[in-house]
């Protein structure tokens, strides 16, 4: 630009017109660098609703696992709840056939007549 200048003044170019092509040249670039800088910030704007939409879609995703998650627990609440009862119901259920083993395997007749005698006149 100095040189183009120099060159002019060497040559004996007027100055005024000079100066208007350096100008004219500055304002082609800034206006170039504008249009460079709408381009990014238009872009810039489209990625930002695009991640903003992905960012709601991934918070509605995580709701509707919340959601599931908790129906889950639930589920699994209940599930351990009936598995204690149907522990608690297999071991009552063992104690008396293991009674029924000591009462009608291991005693004697004499001792399974005594122990009906008994329950009888008791009543």
Known sequence: MKNDILYDKINGVDQEGTVLRTLKSIEQKVDKEIT???NIIAW???ELKR????VGEKN???TELN????DCRSHVEGNRQLINKLINDI???Q???????RTYESRSLFGVIKDKLK????K
């Open 60 to 62: 509605n995703t995580i």
């Open 51 to 54: 991640l903003q939409s992905e």
């Open 91 to 93: 071991d009552r259920l």
């Open 67 to 70: 959601s599931r998650l908790t």
């Open 95 to 101: 104690q008396n056939i293991d009674w029924y083993k």
């Open 119 to 122: 329950h009888i006149f008791s």
């Open 44 to 46: 810039q704007q489209e």
């Open 36 to 38: 460079i800088s709408q």
